[in-house]
């Protein structure tokens, strides 16, 4: 469960107990600085203040897993009648959803600018306790500016409070010095930052938390649009230290759904999950800070269901389901192939038929059923978003060892690694060797060991013509698989007849093992994998962004799904991406006010 950190506002003093744990931020009006950080709870009250705007409705709360269309190639918004918008490619300068990212982030900025402007206010605070303050604020006023540079391009370096209304005409940095200005902050945080065992959760920031984002800070630098490719060394310097950090003692969890349950159940993971924005509450108690995860990114259910209402504001596209291999269980927990009875039941469905069937499936694996607080909140959810997870992390060490030298032994298990745990070890068929006589009802199929597998058997003429594996009730692989080291012993039983025998055939996890032969092939080989791995995640649109493809991939699928799914409305929410979208706007309220300010292309 979440240990939280809550905020009690009576003349501004906070009462913060022991725990190291939760953020309640609830954002203040301003606070004059000549009279305020005399405290440590005042300086956690401000810490808290900028800590809220990754979960506010601008960022990870609500606009990142859908609204700004971050999903690329993987989903879109489900919405026919939202005919205009970011999530559509079809919008303005002024639209409400792009502006409201914007300041989002720029009122992280300027907080985060306060509190290190003021942190050392009163130097009797322990300098252990402002120094971690520091750590954080410049990690997240440099995560802030990383979200700024890869959607909007280079912006304003702005690293003061801002003191007067008057004074705000600031030119725009080249995105070069803003990536710069990024490293340079978070490197300064790692060295103040404690680690991540000694916090005890992701909830804050940690040293694995501004290593790995300096690892995809610096490849992202490295590709479109700064194309740095020096900045490859570093981001895999960063990933490295994460991986070879005993004390952190970083690995994956041996289940890919578990993460996932884990974060819907408050239950902290920082083995594997070593970031992730904080949510709680139900809007019934004093905890206010939720989001949307699972409501809008998953499964849909109704308004009265147990499970938690899910209005499923995403769909996944054929691309997405295509991109998962036979044995890749990856594909049964992120997408849904059930929906949810108003008791909270699934009701199983079958395969796609069709291309176009694949294009209006949901996303699965952001699973309300897994709530724990109760009662659930109708609109929003108390489920943490991740943020970076140690997969990210071999995956990114991978590319930046394969951009330096392509691929070798060590980059190479790094990604298999990734794949094995996503791979079954279950039953993958049972095959009829001996049909048998004088079967007058299905027999009993018993599978030995302790695998967990079960199948029934299926009759026509006495005999048995096939054994078919069960679908898994929980729906987290499609059947009901079981996982096995060794084949299993298949016995026929009952039915009224004999002789009938059947033998089955087991996955193993290095089934999906790939060895690349050439650079360029296994850079592709991490371009889907990131997309198999980190679905429904808010990391896809920016990894097209870096490589380059981001304009070419969204004009396939245009044409794909004009093929596959001809004159349904989602269709053009591809084809009308144009090189413009390599950058969102400047919102109009922000060239207005800022007269050094100059437009993206495309958007003047």
């Not at 009701?347 to 694996?365: H, I, Q």
């Not at 109708?378 to 991740?386: A, E, G, S």
Request: charged share 20%.
């Amino acid at each position: 469960m979440k240990i939280k950190y809550y905020l009690i506002a009576i003349l501004f003093l906070t009462s913060l107990g022991s725990c190291k744990k939760y953020l309640e931020t609830e954002p203040t009006d301003f606070l004059n600085p000549n009279n305020y950080y005399e405290t440590e709870a005042q300086l956690q009250f401000a810490r808290a203040g900028v800590y809220h705007h990754l979960g506010a409705g601008g960022l990870h709360g609500t606009y990142a897993s859908y609204l700004l269309a971050w999903h690329g190639d993987e989903g879109y918004m489900n919405r026919a009648t939202l005919t205009t918008g970011p999530w559509n490619y079809f919008y303005s300068s002024a639209d409400q959803y792009n502006a409201g990212l914007w300041s989002n982030l720029w009122a992280g900025i300027n907080k985060a600018n306060v509190l290190i402007a003021n942190v050392d206010k009163n130097t009797a605070i322990a300098q252990s306790k402002r120094d971690a303050i520091r750590g954080e604020m410049l990690f997240l006023r440099g995560y802030y500016y990383f979200t700024l540079v890869q959607y909007f391009g280079g912006v304003p370096l702005k690293l003061t409070p801002t003191t007067s209304v008057i004074d705000v005409d600031i030119a725009r940095s080249p995105a070069k010095d803003v990536y710069t200005q990024i490293i340079k902050d978070m490197e300064a945080a790692e060295k103040l930052v404690p680690g991540i065992a000694a916090l005890g959760y992701g909830g804050a920031i940690s040293k694995s938390a501004v290593r790995g984002l300096l690892a995809r800070v610096n490849l992202h630098m490295a590709g479109d649009p700064v194309k740095d490719k020096t900045r490859y060394a570093e981001a895999s310097k960063w990933a490295k230290m994460v991986i070879d950090d005993a004390e952190a003692g970083h690995s994956l969890n041996p289940s890919y759904s578990q993460i996932f349950i884990n974060l819907a159940a408050d239950k902290y993971d920082i083995k594997e999950s070593i970031w992730e924005v904080e949510f709680y509450g139900n809007r019934t108690d004093q905890y206010v800070e939720t989001g949307n995860i699972g409501w809008i990114n998953g499964p849909a259910a109704g308004v009265a269901s147990s499970t938690g209402r899910a209005d499923a504001y995403m769909n996944i596209t054929s691309e997405l389901y295509n991109a998962f291999e036979p044995g890749d269980n990856r594909k049964w927990f992120s997408i849904a192939h059930f929906t949810y009875t108003a008791t909270g039941a699934k009701t199983m469905s079958l395969l796609p038929v069709d291309e176009n069937a694949k294009n209006n499936m949901k996303p699965g694996k952001w699973r309300r059923e897994y709530e724990t607080l109760l009662p659930k909140s109708p609109t929003t959810t108390p489920i943490n978003m991740v943020l970076l997870r140690y997969s990210d992390i071999l995956l990114m060490y991978a590319e930046a060892q394969n951009e330096i030298s392509g691929p070798t032994a060590e980059s190479v298990e790094a990604f298999n690694k990734v794949r094995r745990r996503a791979w079954s070890t279950g039953i993958k068929a049972i095959t009829v060797a001996n049909g048998g006589a004088g079967y007058t009802t299905a027999p009993t199929v018993s599978i030995s060991g302790a695998g967990g597998a079960t199948a029934t058997a299926t009759i026509s003429a006495g005999r048995v013509t096939a054994i078919n594996l069960d679908r898994d009730p929980a729906a987290i692989t499609y059947f009901n698989e079981g996982k096995y080291s060794a084949v299993p012993t298949i016995t026929i039983s009952g039915g009224g007849g004999a002789g009938a025998t059947a033998t089955a055939t087991i996955s193993k996890a290095t089934d999906g093992d790939i060895n690349p032969a050439s650079k360029l092939a296994f850079l592709e080989a991490i371009q889907v994998e990131r997309m198999r791995e980190f679905n429904f995640e808010n990391t896809r649109k920016a990894d097209l962004l870096r490589w380059g493809i981001f304009l070419k991939v969204h004009q396939d699928m245009g044409n794909k799904l004009q093929q596959q799914s001809p004159g349904q409305y989602f269709v053009k929410y591809y084809s009308n991406v144009s090189a413009r979208d390599l950058f969102m706007p400047i919102p109009i309220n922000e060239m207005s006010s800022n007269l050094k300010m100059t437009q993206n292309p495309g958007w003047e």
